[in-house]
């Protein structure tokens, strides 16, 4: 599956943001999909993740309660709802994809993904 990731921009702390990544292929809907981002001189972490149906999601803590994954198999594409931004939340954020597991166990945001759109950037400023 090819990704395209877009949406990002220059936003005031406090500010909203939803980024979109846009996927490829007639097999969307088996994938799970993450949004990760990576700030200068850190490394890049997972922020979001959601399951093929949606019905699972996971959050990291310094994001829970303002950003929201969403899905649209219909439309091929995964949301991020960015709201209460940060400037620490400024970084690049990419999406990914990978086969959704035959069993979902506790860690499964975070096993290997597969694809990779590319990243957008997004800046918030204080």
């Known amino acids: 599956v090819q990704l395209q990731a877009y949406g990002g921009g220059l936003v005031q702390a406090g500010g909203s943001l939803r980024l979109s990544c846009a996927a490829s292929?007639?097999?969307?809907?088996?994938?799970?999909m993450g949004w990760f981002r990576q700030a200068p001189g850190k490394e890049r972490e997972v922020v979001a993740a959601?399951?093929?149906?949606?019905?699972?999601?996971y959050y990291a803590d310094s994001v829970k309660g303002r950003f929201t994954i969403s899905r649209d198999n219909a439309k091929n594409t995964v949301y991020l709802q960015m709201n209460s931004l940060k400037p620490e939340d400024t970084a690049v954020y990419y999406c990914?994809?990978?086969?959704?597991?035959?069993?979902?166990?506790?860690?499964?945001?975070?096993?290997?993904?597969?694809?990779w759109g590319q990243g957008t950037q997004v800046t918030v400023s204080s």
């Open positions: 959601i399951s093929w149906s949606g019905g699972r999601t």
């Open positions: 292929g007639r097999t969307f809907s088996s994938y799970d």
């Open positions: 990914a994809a990978k086969k959704s597991p035959h069993v979902y166990g506790s860690n499964w945001y975070a096993l290997k993904y597969d694809s």
